[in-house]
């Protein structure tokens, strides 16, 4: 039979095939040939035993899900507030994964005191502004999710499970409360869990602080400025083929964000997440 992974807890999966849920337990050979099964993978099985898993459109290994189409990248305009870093990092890590995001930008009942509606509202990507709280906008979301598979991202207390509880009555979730002194969520969502939706699917996934590059293959620094929509008009225009966008000569995006083109902050997190990456190691040229 073939299914969809919708869950995985303790080397446990269940498997959705046909309306019914199985719940299997992968091939030993999966794990020699170090195959990792991902909430989202299309696999066949037994009944009992997930013996093959089917070719992916995409991994994203954070939140860790297969064959995404649609990312929605959940973002609090304040309490707590925005981790502007952590937004582009995402946006990046899902371009390169070539999953769609989606900026919901959530708590318009609060001020914006870092402007993130304006910056983000420019680069291109789609964007949806609502309350989770008081449901404001939420239902805009649906269409968006229509027959897709679809994930929810973003640090913990910014509102995930608020607004699936929204989109989702029946769906029970623990929501937390803002710590008020670290300024950040408590993690409420124990692992990644996919709900069948208007012939798609929805996932919950835990809130997290940290994201790693390499993890999602994304270790050609060299490619950066292509996951940034807003430097691909100028990546052409550099006075050197390989410029790195630093402090190279006549260097097209430089002068972009001097002209007020690019967003400085957008501009800050490129050259930090191209020091982050860091050059290509001996054997990651030879992939």
């Not at 992916?56 to 507030?81: E, G, H, K, Q, W």
Request: proline share 7%.
């Amino acid at each position: 039979m073939e299914g969809i992974v919708i869950r995985g807890l303790g080397g446990l999966y269940s498997v959705l095939c046909d309306g019914e849920v199985y719940s299997c337990r992968g091939r030993g050979g999966l794990k020699r040939d170090r195959n990792i099964l991902y909430v989202g993978d299309r696999v066949e099985f037994d009944g009992e035993v997930i013996e093959k898993i089917l070719p992916r459109r995409n991994v994203l290994p954070r939140p860790p899900m297969a064959n995404l189409d649609v990312l929605f990248i959940v973002v609090a305009l304040s309490d707590p507030l925005p981790n502007l870093y952590t937004l582009d990092k995402l946006t990046v890590i899902a371009e390169h994964c070539g999953v769609e995001p989606v900026l919901v930008f959530n708590k318009t009942d609060l001020e914006d005191p870092l402007g993130v509606r304006e910056i983000y509202s420019s680069l291109g990507y789609p964007t949806l502004s609502l309350c989770a709280k008081t449901g404001e906008n939420v239902e805009r979301l649906r269409p968006l999710m229509d027959g897709k598979v679809c994930a929810f991202a973003g640090l913990s207390g910014v509102g995930k499970s608020t607004l699936i509880n929204g989109l989702f009555p029946e769906i029970s979730r623990e929501t937390g409360d803002i710590s008020r002194k670290l300024q950040r969520g408590r993690h409420t969502t124990r692992a990644v869990e996919l709900f069948s939706f208007a012939g798609g699917f929805l996932a919950d996934t835990p809130g997290f602080s940290e994201l790693e590059f390499a993890p999602c293959g994304l270790v050609d620094r060299s490619r950066l400025g292509e996951y940034f929509p807003e430097f691909r008009p100028f990546l052409g225009d550099c006075f050197f083929r390989d410029c790195a966008h630093g402090k190279e000569k006549d260097c097209a995006v430089r002068a972009a964000v001097e002209a007020g083109k690019i967003p400085p902050s957008r501009y800050e997190s490129y050259l930090r997440m191209y020091e982050e990456i860091g050059p290509l190691r001996p054997w990651e040229l030879q992939k």
